[in-house]
Structure formats: C-alpha cells, structure tokens
C-alpha cells in the first residue's frame, strides 16, 4: 500500500478549455464533444471559426455524457435529451434547496 | 478470489439469452444508476450490475465465467488450470484479484482503456470518489485520506489490484458538491500514456446550527418579544468565532439579518455571508411579575397586526 499526498483543487474556472481538452479529461472523442455540441447539451464559451473553448462546467457534463453513453448505451441525441432533463431537475432541486434553508426550522 | 452470481445480480435464469441480459441490466440501470437514482445505495448497487453486464454481455467473457461454474456468492474459487491461456490470457496470477478485474484482464489482448494524446499511449483509468466533510472543515480546509484500490495491468495483460492509501488536501472554500480533481491519482497509464485522474465529489455534513446555500450560511437566531421590540446586541457564533449582532429594533419573526463576509470563504478570497433569521421566542412559562408586566403593556396597546384580515 503506498501513501500519497496531493493537492485536491478545483478547476481553475477562468481557464479556457480547448476541444482537444475536453476530450482528454472526459473520455469522449472530439467527434462526439462535437456532436453533443450540436445537439445543444454542452455550449462552447466561444466558437470562432475553427476553435471551440469551453468553460470547465463543461467537463462535468461531458463526463456525465460518457458515463450515460457507455452504461445505458445510448446514442447521442439520447445522451442530449437525457442531460437535459437531469440539468433541469438539478436546477429545481437547487432552487428548492436554497428557499428551504431560508426557512426557520 | 470471491465468487459473484453475475445471473442473480441480473435476475435472470443462467441460460437466459442476450436479449434477456440486456433488459435486465436496462432495467436494473434505470433504477440504481447514480446519475439518475435516489435509491438508497444506488452507486454499490449500480457498480455490482455493472460488473455483471460487462461480462455477461460478452459472448467470450461470459463463457469463461460460465466454466467457473455455479458456487455460492462469496465462496472462495480458483479458476481451473489452463482456464486463462484458453481465452487468450498468458501465465495468469490469481492473487490480489478480484473477478472483475480477471474478465477485464481477459480483454487485455484486445486492448484496453482509452487510447489519448500524440504519444498513442493509453491513459489511465480514471476514478470518482466521494467524501463528506464538515462545515468548519469546509472552512478552514482539511485533509482527507481515500482508500482506492486500482487496477494495474502486466505486459501479459494480467490483471492485479493494487490497493492505495491517497491523502489529498481539500482546500478551504469548497462549496457543497463541488467535485476536485487529483490529477495523476487515477489508474497508470500505459505505453507513454499518462496516468489518469481521481475525481472527488465533496459533500457537507448537516450542521448543528448552519444550514448552507453555496456559501452563505443560514442560522436561525431566537430572540425575545422584548429584544425584537427594543433592539437588541446578541452575540452570535460564526465560523470565525464570536460576534456581536444588532437586532435592530422593532425587528420581526422571519427578518434575515445579513452579517457581510461571515459565511464560507470563496476560491477567489472572498466569502459569503452569514444570514441570522430572527425567530420571536416566548418562555415556557412566565413569572408573576412578567405576566403582570404583558398584561399591562396588552391592556395599553392599540396595535392590531391583524387589521387586514377584517
């Protein structure tokens, strides 16, 4: 057994993430970063001609995406539909969260 | 090397057919699956079906795991001698191995994991691990300590499990699922690729007194009838230690009172804030002395907060 010691840090969320980045931390191939992009479930920060940056948001969805393609064996537009549906109920259980804080117990 | 019943973590009968697999496993994925399940244990769960469909679905991998033969889920085995070379496995050791590892050793002479980068290496695996931290640790930063257990491949193929102690710092300012990387911490890459990454979701633990929205803290605050209506300064606890707190006067049940900068620090050095809500809190019981006061000021008041319900 060995013991390591590292620094756990978040993503330096100024970074801009190129495609080939992306790709690289989620395990998708570009093609399909690409494909996920057309499908409107991952947006890129800024896509001028040629180059697609992404902010590092986009690396939590593109994991997702692989993990929902590789165990439910879907496609990607189902991938798309699915991050969706999953982004908006994270969205209402985090405005349901923040309000039920706000409330004395 | 302990046995699983792959067939009975699907549900289905041994001769079921791959259509029958696969719709045991959809099933099962739809239910246990994290990024989608509340189930409780979703994640053990879902990894254990995971494993079973992974070498159930494979014709080569499942007929291997059929000549292992039917035992009792926990039972010690020992494949068969020859059992590795027959699919296509050279020399297999089977110490520090667990049977998920053998099948995915049986796809070594395919090739496995993620081919990336210019070299062609083939990347590490990567891991996701979770820890629950404490609100003061969130704080002031902390250490935690992860046992993994990683996978690493010989030039043969053979698989072995090779259990590894990270301790990893969490530095302050982290918000309530926040997910940080250790970079290098995953699986070993192989042929030049580099080593893959751990991924730590971090959760906080319910607090005593705080309840957290990203960084801000909420902290419900009871005061008198007699302190909201003359304004008060009450001391209050922060992460940070003591303070004093103003309650202004004539202040109501449910005001927020917003303490600037006294909630969870930021990563850019900032911090949230701490929210003190009032609640009016009545004794249990009054003496003579503060019944007879209410009773005076009750007969002296015009106040009606009721007027807009006549």
């Known amino acids: 057994m060995t013991t390591e010691r590292d620094e756990a840090f978040g993503f330096d969320e100024e970074r801009p993430l190129a495609l080939s980045d992306l790709a690289d931390l989620s395990g998708l191939s570009e093609a399909e970063v690409l494909e996920l992009v057309d499908y409107g479930a991952l947006s890129p920060a800024d896509a001028t001609a040629g180059q697609c940056v992404f902010t590092v948001r986009a690396v939590t969805i593109a994991r997702t995406a692989r993990r929902l393609r590789e165990e439910f064996e879907l496609e990607p537009h189902g991938v798309a539909l699915l991050l969706s549906c999953l982004d908006r109920i994270r969205d209402l259980e985090e405005q349901l969260r923040a309000l039920q804080v706000r409330l004395p117990r | ?310």
């Open chain 2, 1 to 310: 090397m302990k046995f699983k019943d792959y067939y009975a973590i699907l549900g289905v009968e041994r001769g079921a057919t791959e259509a029958e697999i696969k719709k045991a496993y959809r099933r099962l994925a739809h239910k246990y699956h994290p990024d989608v399940s509340k189930e409780k244990d979703a994640e053990a769960r879902f990894k254990e079906v995971a494993e079973a469909y992974a070498t159930l679905k494979d014709a080569e991998k499942r007929a291997a795991y059929d000549q292992l033969g039917p035992h009792r889920p926990g039972e010690e085995i020992r494949p068969p001698p020859g059992w590795g070379t027959q699919f296509g496995e050279a020399g297999s050791v089977f110490e520090d191995v667990d049977l998920a590892d053998l099948f995915a050793g049986l796809a070594g002479h395919r090739g496995r994991g993620r081919p990336r980068g210019a070299s062609g290496g083939v990347r590490g695996e990567d891991y996701e691990a979770r820890v629950a931290i404490t609100v003061e640790e969130a704080f002031h930063g902390t250490e935690v300590s992860l046992d993994l257990a990683t996978t690493e491949f010989d030039e043969h193929g053979v698989p072995r499990r090779v259990p590894r102690h990270v301790k990893a710092r969490i530095p302050k300012g982290v918000a309530d699922g926040q997910v940080l990387r250790l970079p290098g911490q995953g699986g070993k890459g192989a042929h030049g690729g580099r080593d893959g990454d751990v991924y730590l979701a971090v959760a906080l633990r319910p607090h005593r007194l705080y309840r957290v929205s990203d960084h801000d803290l909420f902290l419900d605050l009871p005061v008198t009838p007699w302190e909201a209506a003359l304004g008060a300064t009450v001391k209050i606890p922060t992460l940070a230690g003591s303070v004093n707190l103003k309650v202004p006067a004539g202040t109501r049940a449910g005001h927020h009172l917003r303490l600037a900068g006294r909630g969870l620090p930021t990563p850019r050095g900032g911090a949230g804030d701490l929210y003190a809500i009032v609640q009016i809190a009545m004794p249990a019981e009054l003496s003579a002395r503060e019944r007879s006061l209410v009773e005076e000021l009750a007969a002296a008041s015009t106040f009606n907060p009721r007027r807009h319900l006549e």
